[in-house]
């Protein structure tokens, strides 16, 4: 017995360096009541470069996970509050709010999240979910735009996503915005900076891993926005990628760039399946 | 007058190590081995050491576990162990892949840490921003014997 302890002990002590390995089995209820898919199956256009879709939410620690299960403990929540406010505020020349064209946003927004981005017929572009905000804000409501990835613009798209939470991220990849994905997979393999290193290099072929203190996962955005406890405020997924992208010492792309308007495209393809949860909770 | 001197000696002999380095450039490698030292000057295992374990030197740590440096916390498991890897390879081919892994392992995520040409959109260190000037390589080449000094020692039990 004392030596079977002993070995236990041993083998605990020894485990740290490779004890955290893929994701974990946990599964993710929100509130009690809103079942996330953190687990589904690859979209056929990723041609197994996937075996299988992992949330985020799925590598971090037990104590970071309680935090978005629950809507009282989600330090996210503030922001989403403040938004409401915002949304029902006028603002600019038109004295216009959010919600005087969009009524209640539980309704109105209810699915936004999950198909963004997409086409904008009109205008002839792709438009991720920020820049239909500022579309709006400057075009219906003769006021300034919003900085791509400022306070407001994460408080508002939280407001937005959480209409959709649990409902399948389901971004079109064809017809027009065909190129656009295109150059957002070329994008996403292409190996920047002096470190080289594409967002394929951890986020495909070294999910699960540990590199330094860091569990990689599959850098999914269906979470955007997130509130990270490393800065303790909500994140855009521009300014993750823009993270990142400086993280392997390269010139990075500006938040609302053509280049990461495409990569924010074909990531988000990369999640169809997994549940809409922003705004989630990440370290 | 005296106090000139040796400044000026001093100069030189700095000189000298630069002038007596290889530069990035000019290395020569065979087969992803380099076979010369890129600075004349033997490596410092212990200073390699150093280099291997810190965030703000070569972070190797950050992938690859060494059972040796037990003490640096939080070891990466991206590429493989370096135990054992002064048995595995010899002094030229360790020299290699500290300097430039692409040409022994052709594709390796494994940054090069003694290169400072033909990458994409390289950025000033880890701002973000274009380079203000001519890139310098990840790690010197002092450093970089160090590093192969330190690695030679990872002998299998």
Redesign the interface.
């Known amino acids: 017995m004392k030596v079977r302890a002993m070995t236990a002990i041993a083998a605990l002590l020894a485990a740290p360096?490779?004890a955290v390995?893929g994701p974990d089995g946990d599964e993710l209820v929100v509130n009690g009541e809103i079942n996330m898919v953190t687990q589904t199956e690859a979209p056929a256009h990723l041609d197994g470069a996937l075996p299988e879709l992992y949330s985020g939410w799925r590598f971090r620690s037990d104590e970071t996970q309680a935090l978005q299960m629950d809507d009282f403990d989600n330090p996210a929540m503030v922001f989403v509050d403040q938004a409401q406010e915002a949304w029902d505020t006028a603002d600019g020349t038109e004295g216009k709010s959010c919600a005087s064209c969009h009524g209640d946003a539980a309704e109105s927004m209810a699915g936004v999240r999950a198909v963004y981005p997409k086409w904008n017929e009109a205008a002839g572009e792709v438009r991720t979910l920020e820049a239909q905000v500022n579309d709006c804000r400057e075009n219906r409501m003769g006021a300034k735009a919003w900085k791509y990835d400022g306070g407001d613009m994460a408080a508002m798209t939280a407001l937005i996503s959480v209409q959709s939470r649990g409902m399948p991220v389901n971004v079109a990849i064809d017809g027009p915005v065909q190129a656009t994905w295109e150059m957002g997979k070329e994008i996403y393999y292409?190996?920047?900076?002096?470190?080289?290193?594409s967002c394929a290099?951890c986020h495909e072929?070294?999910y699960g891993?540990?590199?330094?203190?860091d569990h990689l996962s599959q850098g999914q955005i269906n979470g955007f926005p997130t509130y990270r406890l490393k800065n303790a405020k909500l994140n855009t997924a521009h300014a993750r990628f823009?993270g990142c992208?400086?993280?392997?010492?390269?010139?990075?792309f500006s938040p609302g760039s053509p280049e990461f308007v495409a990569l924010e495209l074909y990531v988000a393809s990369r999640g169809n399946g997994l549940s809409v949860e922003g705004p989630s909770v990440r370290n | 007058m005296k106090t000139t001197i040796l400044t000026l000696a001093a100069a030189l002999i700095g000189g000298a190590a630069w002038a007596g380095e290889t530069a990035p450039g000019d290395v020569v490698y065979a087969d992803g081995a380099v076979e010369a030292s890129l600075t004349g000057t033997p490596g410092d295992a212990a200073n390699g050491a150093m280099v291997v374990g810190s965030k703000k030197h070569g972070n190797c740590v950050a992938c690859h576990q060494v059972s040796a440096l037990a003490d640096v916390p939080f070891q990466g498991e991206i590429g493989p162990a370096l135990d054992g890897a002064g048995s595995r390879w010899s002094e030229a081919e360790l020299r290699g892949l500290v300097a430039n892994a692409k040409l022994t392992f052709e594709g390796s995520m494994m940054p090069s840490f003694y290169r400072v040409d033909g990458y994409v959109r390289p950025g000033n260190a880890y701002t973000g921003k274009a380079p203000d000037g001519p890139l310098t390589p990840l790690l010197s080449a002092q450093e970089i014997e160090d590093v192969v000094a330190f690695l030679a020692t990872l002998k299998d039990e």
């Open positions: 360096l490779a390995a292409t190996r920047y900076g002096q470190l080289e290193l290099n072929d070294n891993n540990m590199i330094r203190a823009k992208v400086r993280d392997t010492r390269a010139e990075t």
